[in-house]
């Protein structure tokens, strides 16, 4: 069983020897009584979150860091190869929680969702029709409160939730501009995603202006993803009334020292609601975003890049990548296509 072992906590920004591919030569086998699950993983999801694992945590209600010497766990989609849950049999195809490994088990089933639905691509379950995809839109629909007309500002855009976001604003009847780190990434925003507008926000040495540039009148709503000064440079660009559902600050993950947030103010002044959300209270909907999504993919209105890299052995390398923006689109490792 060949897995991807978390070494260390890492403090700065992680390197790809923070984990260490390694052959197990125990046999895995769901223990005698177990009401678990023995899977085959298929594809394994490289997220943000991941890296907040990487150091010792101790936030009551967020998932645990991960173990040194043990596998990473995250999100993947599995197939299960012996059951001892009613809610699932072998040959049952899942998403949810599992390890960085060919072979897993899986001691807490009731919290993966069984995958109904197999004439979409299989990864699209870690990504569109996973935790991303429901992060988009419960972080849009339940925490942004749109209204058709406004205009909506998306940073790391182009990414496994900001290039929902964007679709899902666009047929929703808002305006929508995001900002991505590379000139492939923001044509994808404008010719692929069907953005109104994009920038490279690394090409822009005045945010403040950029943002009036693209936004005369003001935001209506923010989906924020990366914190820091383009968080500093929007709230000078907000509408009254505005929303801003803090998803993500992904520009401060990996800084020993985070960056002061100097333009706060402006949530009072213009009366601004500015909303943290953790997708996981939001996965009762999850019926309800398939039966929204779903036929979206089927007629094309809905499109989704993905990043794959493939086998374990490119999985480090793929989770850091995130932090530099060597994604294009939602990062995905196969493991196994069978
Ligand atoms: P992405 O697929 O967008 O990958 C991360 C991207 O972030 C990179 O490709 C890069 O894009 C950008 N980035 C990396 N470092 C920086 C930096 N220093 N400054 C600005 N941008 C940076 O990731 P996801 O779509 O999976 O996640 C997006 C955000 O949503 C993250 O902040 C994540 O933590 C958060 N999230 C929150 C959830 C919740 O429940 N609240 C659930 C899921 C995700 P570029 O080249 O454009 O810079």
Redesign the pocket.
């Known amino acids: 069983n060949k897995q991807v072992i978390f070494r260390d906590y890492v403090s700065g920004f992680p390197k790809e020897s923070a984990m260490e591919v390694r052959e197990s030569t125990m046999k895995l086998r769901l223990p005698e009584g177990s009401n678990g699950l023995l899977v085959k993983n298929l594809y394994l999801s490289c997220?943000?979150?991941m890296r907040t694992r990487m150091a010792k945590l101790d936030v009551p209600g967020y998932v645990d860091s991960f173990k040194p010497g043990s596998p990473i766990t995250g999100y993947g989609v599995a197939r299960v190869l012996e059951s001892g849950h009613p809610n699932f049999k072998k040959g049952d195809l899942l998403w949810g929680f599992t390890g960085w490994e060919e072979y897993s088990l899986i001691t807490a089933p009731e919290t993966c969702f069984k995958i109904e639905h197999t004439d979409v691509p299989l990864s699209y379950y870690t990504g569109l029709l996973g935790?991303?995809g429901m992060?988009a839109y419960a972080g849009f629909f339940e925490v942004c409160s749109p209204k058709k007309g406004e205009t909506v500002f998306i940073s790391?855009a182009?990414?496994?939730?900001?290039q929902l976001v964007g679709q899902f604003a666009k047929l929703f009847g808002c305006y929508v501009v995001g900002s991505?780190?590379?000139k492939e990434?923001v044509d994808l925003l404008k010719n692929k995603f069907g953005f109104d507008d994009a920038f490279n926000y690394k090409e822009e040495l005045d945010l403040d202006a950029a943002l009036k540039r693209y936004f005369p009148e003001g935001i209506d709503i923010y989906f924020e993803?990366?914190g820091g000064k383009m968080l500093d440079a929007v709230l000078l660009n907000m509408k009254i009334h505005g929303r801003i559902a803090a998803?993500?600050?992904?520009?401060q993950y990996n800084l020993e020292q985070p960056e002061g947030v100097h333009n706060l103010m402006n949530l009072i002044l213009k009366q601004v609601r500015m909303e943290g959300?953790?997708?996981f209270d939001y996965y009762h909907l999850y019926p309800k975003f398939l039966e929204m999504v779903l036929p979206q993919i089927k007629e094309g209105k809905i499109v989704y890049v993905e990043d794959i890299a493939k086998g374990l052995e490119d999985a480090p390398a793929a989770l850091i990548g995130?932090?530099s923006?060597h994604?294009v689109g939602?990062?995905v490792v196969v493991v196994s296509q069978e």
């Open positions: 997220d943000p979150y935790m991303p992060t790391a182009s990414g496994a939730v900001g991505a780190g590379s990434k993803n990366v998803c993500g600050m992904i520009s959300f953790l997708v995130l932090f923006g994604n939602k990062q």
